[in-house]
């Protein structure tokens, strides 16, 4: 089978470009080395690597390369350094909502599902919380969403209440 070139495909010899005439531009694919494959192949025998010494080796390759972290028998800087903290896999992040966001709102009533429909807060990011952030002037219930007391203080004070 004869192999095409890009210059044919652009010469028009080709009315459609798809994907049984897309060809590498010339020089960009390189053959694969294959190293060990007799003596005729000029990488045979030591596969390229030489004798002995680490670079001909298995596993390590020489100083700087190989073993991530290695530094020469030197003490680590991963244990050199202490540890300190704690990181809590169980915490969970709230998805903070302006009150003037939902203020903006249409409706008496603000739940989870009605700030995931309005685009305030994504589905599966962590639970809503009301911050006390900007103005409210009407009534509302805040059903099944945690508030900061602020945020609570400001809607009790606009006639509003908030729930569980």
Known sequence: M?????????????????????????????????????????????????????????????????????????????????????TNPFREEAQIVRLDAIAALEGSEVTTEILLAAGLIKAGKGPAKLLANGELTKALTVRGVKASASAIAKIEAAGGRVEG
């Open 2 to 86: 004869a192999t095409k070139t890009r210059s044919s495909v652009k010469a028009g010899t080709a009315d459609k470009i798809g994907l049984h005439n897309l060809v590498p531009a010339p020089g960009s694919h390189r053959a694969r080395r294959r190293v060990g494959r007799g003596p005729g192949s000029g990488l045979g025998k030591t596969s390229g690597k030489g004798h002995k010494g680490s670079m001909a080796r298995s596993g390590h390759g020489g100083p700087g390369g190989g073993k991530p972290h290695f530094e020469g028998g030197q003490m680590p800087l991963t244990r050199r350094i202490p540890k300190r903290g704690f």
